[in-house]
Nanobody, 125 residues
Framework: QVQLVESGGGLVQAGGSLRLSCAASGRTFSLYAMGWFRQAPGKERESVAAINWTGGSTYYSDSVKGRFTISRDNAKNTVYLQMTTLKPEDTAVYYC??????????????????WGQGTQVTVSS
């Protein structure tokens, strides 16, 4: 059974930083692409960042490019999202998800099959 557990969310002032973690179990983590998505109240879920199975390729949405960094530690079965220069519009529930086996860093939610429960990020102005 695949499980993804996010942590690291919280309340931060605009301009601050947070690092989200997503610990995976139940499959050979190192063989799968991983992604971070977010959903704000009243808005559709959107892709934030993705990383391919080797960690050598990444994707970022235009709204976070240059501020967020996705990385993975296959020895720890964990994917991270380092978020800097946070803005109030980054407020959302953040979810990690597993992508395709030997997958590339793609932002399409329908290519991700297992999802975590989400962690709340709130950025105050």
């Amino acid at each position: 059974q695949v499980q993804l557990v996010e942590s690291g969310g919280g309340l931060v002032q605009a301009g601050g930083s947070l690092r989200l973690s997503c610990a995976a179990s139940g499959r050979t983590f190192s063989l799968y692409a991983m992604g971070w998505f977010r959903q704000a109240p009243g808005k559709e879920r959107e892709s934030v960042a993705a990383i391919n199975w080797t960690g050598g390729s990444t994707y970022y949405s235009d709204s976070v490019k240059g501020r967020f960094t996705i990385s993975r530690d296959n020895a720890k079965n964990t994917v991270y999202l380092q978020m800097t220069t946070l803005k109030p519009e980054d407020t959302a529930v953040y979810y990690c998800a597993t992508g395709r086996r030997y997958g590339s860093s793609r932002p399409f939610a329908d290519e991700y099959d297992y999802w975590g429960q989400g962690t709340q990020v709130t950025v105050s102005s």
